[in-house]
């Protein structure tokens, strides 16, 4: 049997990093803003994944917690903003600032108290202890 010499074997620049293509890392950078400037920790944040999220942050040490969307938000705002009280859990456990205000002044906190979310109220001990809910 002969091989073809038009035919070449994988090279090792074109295998992927399973990790990297299950979490949606374009070019490696898992800081890598789309156009509303969120991040992948932002995606993962905001649809309440906690899993993906928590290996995320695991497997890539420059994932930056406290990254900024175009409207100021972070995973953290996120997260409370939508009641994904495990993803909260998530993120702070990571080391997410808590008191970090959007651009509307709206803290993690407040955003999970406006919509109703009382199991987001239980990272409340991270914040400032004045604020009580």
């Not at 932002?42 to 906690?50: K, P, Q, V």
């Not at 917690?65 to 009641?83: K, S, V, Y």
């Amino acid at each position: 049997m002969q091989v073809s010499e038009e035919c070449s074997p994988v090279t090792e620049s074109l295998v992927r990093d399973p990790l990297a293509e299950l979490l949606g890392v374009v070019d490696g950078d898992v800081n890598r803003p789309d156009g509303g400037g969120r991040t992948l920790l932002h995606s993962l944040s905001a649809e309440g994944n906690a899993r993906l999220l928590q290996l995320a942050i695991t497997a890539c040490h420059d994932a930056d917690l406290e990254a900024t969307d175009r409207h100021g938000q972070t995973p953290l705002n996120l997260a409370a903003r939508h009641g994904h009280g495990d993803v909260v859990a998530v993120l702070l456990a990571a080391g997410a600032t808590a008191d970090h205000a959007d651009c509307d002044g709206w803290t993690a906190l407040r955003a999970a108290a406006w919509g109703g979310h009382t199991q987001v109220r239980e990272f409340s001990n991270f914040c400032n202890p004045i604020i009580s809910v």
